[in-house]
């Protein structure tokens, strides 16, 4: 009984199948061939009779649980394992598929390695943007009400793909099979999830240029490229953003909630 209860079935379940398939009939007796010929009222009586146990074992079949038991209780979920070639089926399709079991290694492009030059490309960077050696730690931030956003969102390091790349020898050491970039789209802020244009690389990471050299040198490590797009949400500064703002019969308005609750 506890192995049964154990694996979800109820008490009642595992009794009423006791009781009804495993437990032995003693005395059982086989009516004689020269029984009695039934009466027209007892042959009603047993088909009114009959009839409830027909519906039950009807439903029974419709929602099963323990076999040959008569309950109505809710289906018990089976705890048979699949057969062995459904296993292997299974198996050899998820050896196959690259996602399952890989090694991911996440970079933040502009924490990751310093940037060669980046007193060069400083005017890249928005207005507001401050920059912070690499030996010094990220801090909290303030509103920046000309910008809209804290400075802690604009406050950056200048790492970019060349600086990565350069440290490729580094992340295939570790083991990696997936390398997942934080966006690296256009974007006002550092961590760059505000997108502002999905089909341009941000200039602070480098060049469309640096971006094809990146992919083919993790292809030729057999290494698999991932980006993160995040097509749910987009920054502020995006055209169909400013788009929907202004024209009120903009077809982007039904993307956005807007009103003053939400500034």
């Known amino acids: ?3 049964y209860t154990a694996q979800g079935y109820k008490k009642k379940d595992v009794l009423s199948y006791w009781e009804q398939v495993c ?40 929602s099963p649980s323990l076999r ?9 979920p089976s705890t048979r394992l699949p057969r062995a070639r459904v296993v292997m089926r299974e198996m050899k399709r998820r050896e196959l598929d690259w996602r399952i079991g890989c090694v991911v290694y996440q970079i933040y492009v502009d924490r990751f390695a310093p ?5 060069k490309k400083k005017s890249l960077y928005p207005e507001e943007a401050t920059f912070h050696s690499w030996e010094e730690l990220p801090k909290g931030g ?10 802690n969102e604009l406050a950056f390091w200048g790492g970019d793909l060349p600086s990565m790349m350069s440290k490729m ?15 690296i789209t256009r974007a006002y802020s550092n961590h760059k999830y505000d997108t502002s244009d999905y089909h341009e690389m941000d200039d602070q ?23 993160d797009f995040v097509f749910n949400h987009c920054g502020k500064k995006a055209h169909f953003v400013q788009e929907a703002l202004k024209d009120k019969e903009s077809k982007f308005r039904k993307f956005f909630f807007l009103g003053e609750e939400y500034k």
């Open 68 to 76: 040959g038991a008569t309950e109505t209780e809710p289906a018990v």
């Open 1 to 3: 009984l506890a192995h």
């Open 205 to 227: 990471y480098g060049t469309d240029e640096d971006f094809k050299k990146l992919v083919e040198m993790l292809h030729e490590k057999g290494l698999k490229l991932v980006l």
């Open 115 to 119: 940037s060669g030059d980046l007193e």
């Open 142 to 151: 303030h509103l920046v009400e000309s910008a809209g956003y804290y400075s």
């Open 169 to 183: 020898d580094y992340i295939c050491d570790l083991g990696v099979d997936v390398m997942y970039l934080q966006p």
């Open 23 to 62: 437990k032995p009939v003693k005395g059982k007796k086989v009516k004689a061939a020269s029984a009695a010929v039934e009466t027209a009222p007892a042959k009603a009586k047993a088909k009114a009779k009959a009839e409830p146990k027909a519906k039950a074992k009807a439903k029974a079949k419709s």
